[in-house]
């Protein structure tokens, strides 16, 4: 089967640090994005990984160890504008991309 | 110059009627794709296809029905529609069919059926 687990909802404050963690089991893996979706948005790319290891893109970091099915994003310097849900997604056999249910992330002044 | 767009933005419609979504990327992508997400903000994928070419159907009601005229056009058609199919439809391309290629979501279309 397919599954992919990330928490429903986090609370961080601005300028904070915050790390978004995602778990997956799936038959065969190709890869793993992160997608921010802001409310009425469409979702936007953030980040692919492949291989394991940390990924740094600016205020944002994506890291990924395929032994333990696992992955996170990390958000620096937490901004307002970074409320929003954080989809998690993996790319399977076939090239089917599954994703997550998302995670909610609320910032507080 | 918008890359992946979608229209309708809304839709709204009766229980069994027939209705059509229609997408169109400029980004000279390969491979498109249909999403569809629930009111509980899963996302989930229904078709894709690449160079006109159907290579995912999910398992979808055989009365949603995707049409590629052309590599830069992706159309849903939904048949007899119920409402379950009320959701945000997101239309999506990537430069080709293969690992990383991040994709380019249109602007979704919200479908309510009454």
């Known amino acids: 089967g397919q599954n992919i687990d990330q928490p429903t909802e986090m609370t961080a404050t601005e300028g904070a640090i915050v790390q978004i963690n995602c778990t997956y089991q799936?038959?065969?893996?190709?890869?793993l994005f992160w997608y921010q979706q802001h409310a009425g948005e469409a979702p936007t790319f953030l980040s692919y990984n492949v291989l394991d290891g940390l990924e740094e893109k600016g205020r944002f970091s994506s890291f990924l160890s395929r032994s333990k099915g696992y992955s996170y994003l990390l958000l620096k310097e937490l901004q307002m504008k970074d409320s929003a849900s954080y989809l998690c997604a993996v790319r399977a056999p076939g090239d089917k991309i599954i994703f997550g249910k998302g995670t909610r992330l609320h910032i507080l002044p | 110059d918008t890359a992946v767009s979608q229209t309708p933005k809304y839709l709204v419609t009766q229980m069994g009627n027939d209705k059509s979504i229609k997408c169109e990327q400029n980004l000279g992508h390969d491979t498109m794709y249909w999403y569809k997400q629930d009111s509980k903000k899963f996302l989930k994928i229904m078709f894709s296809?690449?160079?006109?070419?159907l290579i995912i159907n999910e398992t979808v009601p055989n009365r949603f029905s995707p049409k590629s005229p052309d590599k830069a056009h992706l159309n849903l058609h939904i048949n007899s529609l119920e409402l379950g199919d009320s959701a945000v439809y997101f239309c999506a391309s990537s430069q080709d069919w293969g690992e990383g290629d991040e994709q380019f979501f249109g602007p979704g279309t919200r479908l309510t059926v009454l």
């Open positions: 296809y690449n160079n006109k070419e």
């Open positions: 799936t038959s065969g893996f190709n890869g």
